[in-house]
């Protein structure tokens, strides 16, 4: 997977879809409770978040080289995404 997006769109909507990510650690249950499930497709990169109880989603433009999933820390990648540099950043 690799994408170009805007530093601030990304930002804004790992915080949108990191509310639904679980405070308790249920990552024993899975991974994906702890993390943020990223899906790049032509043009757009969506995020997911999930507590079991709800399920957050939010998606911006971007340009995709190389359409693919992850499933990230939610924290990691909030913190790496608001520390990198520029207005601009590739994934």
Known sequence: MKFTCSREELVHAIQI????????SNISISPVFGGIFIRATEGSIELQATNIEINISASLDATVEEAGVAVLSARFFSEIVRKMPGDVITI
């Open 17 to 24: 879809v990191q509310k639904a990510v679980s405070s308790k």
